[in-house]
């Protein structure tokens, strides 16, 4: 047991009718003097390791890195009503949403530095004609609702729009703005005019509720095309599969939601024209003619052909895009099979004179329907941000990409239809993947990043990650902890576990329900082949993980304890037989973990569950578990009783510690705050496994492209993300 932490290790019995373990930890959960003084306790252990390890070092690397990201993009750029709007870092951390006139002037709409508490931006929606701009801030980790209205010409204060859900839906039609209202799991539908001042329209015009086609309790999803339909996606609790719907609605009256023959279908990814709904369903992408809603019986959606160089195993669909939309549209199509992603461009379109952005004319040409052209391959993370609107604010032809290389920032580039392929900047990082072998025989990539001074010529200290769950693909990106990582001489790995969404649905149900202990069966076989083969030497391996994956990187450094010198779990979910209980979203989560009141799907829960897996007497790796007091997703609690029984249990003489933080939440902290953890995280980590932060580092060469400033920033691990 660590010296002065509170014993802890009372609770409840099993439950032999349920089936339920003994919790000797549920007093963790309470909210009580006896958890308060426990974490005061576990507060002192963690600044006593920190005056024995070399946070100031990389305090100082992550410094230098941080300086080098400033004013670097967060997203993808977006084009509306002439206007360019970007979302940037500031030198001083924040975040700025800033709008670029025609005329090359800008202006900031929105500093979340001015906030008196940690504020980030949860997302933003300029609307078409670039009269306004949409944002939803999180203070101090909350996901709360609430939007902002904010004028782009600076001429009148912004209005604020309290009912709005978080993380809402949210679309423009016409001088309408409509979103969701309520909670995160309840909404109601919201109407509100913007006129000539979008801002003073709320008390000339108040807002309104306009009738869905279902009752509730309802989760939706909202579109709006530039042939005015309104698209609506609806959740019910009683439904088996959502529910879709069209009209032609002009703010009068109530809308003729028309139901779309879509329930069956497993749609990835969707995009609306001027008279056509485009689908993806897995690799194909069909369409819906929109006309027919009005007129009566609706067929079901054309597949249209194949994209010609799509390839033998093109990949599932993960974005859609329509660019000048009419009866000739071309369509951009973000596809992703195992660790590549393939942007295309494709038909049905006739091509006419297009310019790429260097101002150089295309030869004209006409493609048939079904042929395309890639314009990109990339192996980490690519975003591509919504099609462009014009001055006039009706539909345009461009849209901006944002793809992140891991080692040296991200890079944007506005793409055209009809422009040359994308050239990547020279001297963008090498991935590799390397394949691992899982105890069932299942082969699983590794994506590799080597530091700038090996380049794969014998072991460093490896940084290992995971995720593997909810269909999400773990994509290489571009962190500030990974980048100093990679500086120091150590590199990088990203585990493709199942139960991500590297390979399809197949892929991620291999991984959920009782698949969830092959997950780390997955990640402990790509941690072993890292060593046989060579990557790292032993006592190297060093664990990173937040959410989901941190339950899973648990669940490993517990089923294999001397497999990682050191592990970080931030918001890790670690009690498995009560995961659905005490706040949270876990009663969302059946889907993904089972549900702990079936005898069966508990059972499969405690095989993993890191909480029951503890043994006394063990020796465990150095631990940093890392939680926030407003987190909305996974309580806090979690990763305390894990703390608690990992320290009463370990036997060696690696740390177990706890950093948790009152005002943060599950997305993490910000400013001075995520400097001062992600060296804390570095130094256990990098203690551990022989890696010491440089002396001078040279910060990372800044990446151009012709089209937009060098953007980076700090990318967060996926997060578990609620249904929506």
């Given at each position: 047991?660590?010296?002065?932490?509170?014993?802890?290790?009372?609770?409840?019995?099993?439950?032999?009718?349920?089936?339920?373990?003994?919790?000797?930890?549920?007093?963790?959960?309470?909210?009580?003097?006896?958890?308060?003084?426990?974490?005061?306790?576990?507060?002192?252990?963690?600044?006593?390791?920190?005056?024995?390890?070399?946070?100031?070092?990389?305090?100082?690397?992550?410094?230098?890195?941080?300086?080098?990201?400033?004013?670097?993009?967060?997203?993808?750029?977006?084009?509306?009503?002439?206007?360019?709007?970007?979302?940037?870092?500031?030198?001083?951390?924040?975040?700025?949403?800033?709008?670029?006139?025609?005329?090359?002037?800008?202006?900031?709409?929105?500093?979340?530095?001015?906030?008196?508490?940690?504020?980030?931006?949860?997302?933003?929606?300029?609307?078409?004609?670039?009269?306004?701009?949409?944002?939803?801030?999180?203070?101090?980790?909350?996901?709360?609702?609430?939007?902002?209205?904010?004028?782009?010409?600076?001429?009148?204060p912004a209005a604020y729009l309290p009912d709005a859900s978080p993380h809402p839906a949210v679309a423009y039609a016409g001088d309408l703005l409509?979103?969701?209202?309520?909670?995160?799991?309840?909404?109601?539908?919201?109407?509100?005019?913007?006129?000539?001042?979008?801002?003073?329209?709320?008390?000339?015009?108040?807002?309104?509720?306009?009738?869905?086609?279902?009752?509730?309790?309802?989760?939706?999803?909202?579109?709006?095309?530039?042939?005015?339909?309104?698209?609506?996606?609806?959740?019910?609790?009683?439904?088996?599969?959502?529910?879709?719907?069209?009209?032609?609605?002009?703010?009068?009256?109530?809308?003729?939601?028309?139901?779309?023959?879509?329930?069956?279908?497993?749609?990835?990814?969707?995009?609306?024209?001027?008279?056509?709904?485009?689908?993806?369903?897995?690799?194909?992408?069909?369409?819906?003619?929109?006309?027919?809603?009005?007129?009566?019986?609706?067929?079901?959606?054309?597949?249209?052909?194949?994209?010609?160089?799509?390839?033998?195993?093109?990949?599932?669909?993960?974005?859609?895009?329509?660019?000048?939309?009419?009866?000739?549209?071309?369509?951009?199509?973000?596809?992703?099979?195992?660790?590549?992603?393939?942007?295309?461009?494709?038909?049905?379109?006739?091509?006419?004179?297009?310019?790429?952005?260097?101002?150089?004319?295309?030869?004209?040409?006409?493609?048939?329907?079904?042929?395309?052209?890639?314009?990109l391959t990339w192996h980490a993370r690519l975003r591509i941000g919504p099609s462009s609107y014009g001055g006039d604010g009706r539909p345009g032809?461009?849209?901006?990409?944002?793809?992140?290389?891991?080692?040296?920032?991200?890079?944007?580039?506005?793409?055209?239809?009809?422009?040359?392929?994308?050239?990547?900047?020279?001297?963008?990082?090498?991935?590799?993947?390397?394949?691992?072998?899982?105890?069932?025989?299942?082969?699983?990539?590794?994506?590799?990043?080597?530091?700038?001074?090996?380049?794969?010529?014998?072991?460093?200290?490896?940084?290992?990650?995971?995720?593997?769950?909810?269909?999400?693909?773990?994509?290489?990106?571009?962190?500030?902890?990974?980048?100093?990582?990679?500086?120091?001489?150590?590199?990088?790995?990203?585990?493709?576990?199942?139960?991500?969404?590297?390979?399809?649905?197949?892929?991620?149900?291999?991984?959920?329900?009782?698949?969830?202990?092959?997950?780390?069966?997955?990640?402990?076989?790509?941690?072993?082949?890292?060593?046989?083969?060579?990557?790292?030497?032993?006592?190297?391996?060093?664990?990173?993980?937040?959410?989901?994956?941190?339950?899973?990187?648990?669940?490993?450094?517990?089923?294999?304890?001397?497999?990682?010198?050191?592990?970080?779990?931030?918001?890790?979910?670690?009690?498995?037989?009560?995961?659905?209980?005490?706040?949270?979203?876990?009663?969302?989560?059946?889907?993904?973990?089972?549900?702990?009141?079936?005898?069966?799907?508990?059972?499969?829960?405690?095989?993993?569950?890191?909480?029951?897996?503890?043994?006394?007497?063990e020796s465990y790796p150095a631990t940093l578990l890392i939680t926030g007091g407003n987190d909305a997703r996974v309580p806090p609690w979690h990763?305390?009783?894990?703390?608690?029984?990992?320290?009463?249990?370990?036997?060696?003489?690696?740390?177990?510690?706890?950093?948790?933080?009152?005002?943060?939440?599950?997305?993490?902290?910000?400013?001075?705050?995520?400097?001062?953890?992600?060296?804390?995280?570095?130094?256990?980590?990098?203690?551990?496994?022989?890696?010491?932060?440089?002396?001078?580092?040279?910060?990372?060469?800044?990446?151009?492209?012709?089209?937009?400033?060098?953007?980076?920033?700090?990318?967060?691990?996926?997060?578990?993300?609620?249904?929506?």
């Amino acid at each position: 047991m660590a010296d002065g932490v509170p014993a802890a290790g009372d609770g409840t019995r099993p439950d032999e009718r349920t089936g339920e373990p003994a919790d000797p930890y549920r007093w963790l959960e309470e909210e009580s003097s006896r958890t308060r003084a426990w974490l005061t306790a576990q507060q002192g252990l963690l600044e006593a390791h920190r005056e024995r390890t070399d946070d100031r070092g990389w305090q100082a690397l992550l410094r230098r890195i941080e300086t080098a990201a400033a004013g670097r993009l967060l997203s993808p750029p977006v084009e509306a009503g002439g206007m360019l709007f970007r979302q940037r870092l500031s030198a001083s951390g924040s975040e700025l949403l800033t709008a670029t006139d025609p005329h090359g002037r800008d202006r900031t709409l929105l500093d979340t530095g001015d906030h008196p508490s940690p504020t980030r931006t949860a997302g933003w929606h300029p609307d078409p004609h670039g009269r306004a701009l949409l944002v939803q801030l999180h203070h101090d980790g909350h996901e709360n609702g609430g939007l902002h209205l904010i004028p782009t010409d600076g001429g009148a204060p912004a209005a604020y729009l309290p009912d709005a859900s978080p993380h809402p839906a949210v679309a423009y039609a016409g001088d309408l703005l409509l979103y969701s209202a309520g909670t995160r799991t309840e909404h109601t539908l919201r109407a509100r005019p913007l006129r000539d001042d979008p801002a003073r329209s709320a008390a000339r015009h108040p807002d309104r509720t306009v009738e869905l086609p279902v009752p509730g309790p309802v989760r939706i999803t909202l579109r709006c095309g530039p042939g005015g339909h309104l698209l609506l996606r609806t959740r019910t609790p009683k439904a088996p599969s959502a529910q879709w719907w069209c009209t032609l609605w002009d703010g009068h009256g109530t809308p003729d939601w028309q139901p779309l023959p879509l329930d069956d279908l497993r749609i990835t990814a969707f995009a609306l024209g001027t008279d056509r709904l485009y689908l993806a369903t897995g690799p194909e992408v069909s369409a819906l003619a929109l006309p027919d809603v009005a007129r009566g019986p609706i067929t079901a959606p054309a597949p249209l052909p194949r994209i010609a160089d799509a390839g033998p195993a093109p990949g599932e669909i993960k974005a859609l895009r329509v660019l000048r939309p009419g009866p000739t549209p071309c369509l951009a199509v973000l596809r992703q099979h195992g660790t590549t992603r393939r942007l295309s461009l494709t038909g049905p379109h006739r091509t006419d004179v297009m310019r790429a952005e260097d101002g150089r004319p295309t030869e004209p040409r006409t493609e048939a329907g079904g042929r395309g052209t890639t314009v990109l391959t990339w192996h980490a993370r690519l975003r591509i941000g919504p099609s462009s609107y014009g001055g006039d604010g009706r539909p345009g032809d461009a849209l901006w990409i944002l793809a992140d290389d891991p080692r040296d920032g991200c890079w944007s580039h506005r793409l055209t239809p009809g422009a040359p392929p994308v050239t990547p900047p020279a001297g963008h990082s090498p991935l590799r993947t390397s394949t691992a072998v899982s105890s069932d025989g299942t082969s699983l990539p590794v994506t590799v990043c080597d530091p700038p001074s090996t380049a794969g010529t014998g072991p460093a200290p490896v940084l290992v990650t995971v995720y593997g769950g909810f269909g999400v693909p773990l994509e290489p990106s571009w962190d500030p902890v990974l980048a100093a990582w990679l500086t120091a001489g150590g590199r990088v790995a990203w585990v493709h576990a199942r139960g991500g969404g590297e390979f399809g649905p197949e892929w991620a149900a291999a991984g959920r329900g009782a698949g969830k202990s092959r997950t780390v069966d997955d990640l402990c076989a790509a941690a072993r082949a890292l060593v046989d083969q060579g990557e790292a030497a032993p006592g190297q391996l060093a664990g990173l993980a937040a959410s989901n994956g941190g339950l899973v990187l648990a669940a490993a450094a517990l089923r294999a304890p001397r497999l990682f010198s050191a592990v970080a779990c931030a918001a890790p979910l670690t009690d498995m037989a009560r995961y659905t209980s005490g706040g949270g979203l876990g009663r969302l989560w059946h889907d993904e973990y089972g549900d702990p009141a079936d005898p069966a799907a508990l059972a499969a829960l405690l095989a993993y569950s890191p909480c029951h897996h503890v043994r006394q007497g063990e020796s465990y790796p150095a631990t940093l578990l890392i939680t926030g007091g407003n987190d909305a997703r996974v309580p806090p609690w979690h990763a305390w009783k894990l703390c608690a029984a990992l320290q009463e249990a370990n036997s060696g003489r690696q740390p177990v510690l706890l950093d948790h933080r009152p005002g943060t939440g599950h997305h993490g902290r910000t400013g001075a705050a995520a400097t001062a953890l992600s060296a804390r995280v570095l130094a256990l980590l990098a203690t551990r496994t022989g890696l010491a932060a440089p002396t001078r580092p040279k910060p990372p060469s800044p990446v151009t492209d012709v089209n937009a400033p060098s953007p980076l920033r700090a990318l967060r691990q996926p997060t578990a993300p609620a249904p929506s």
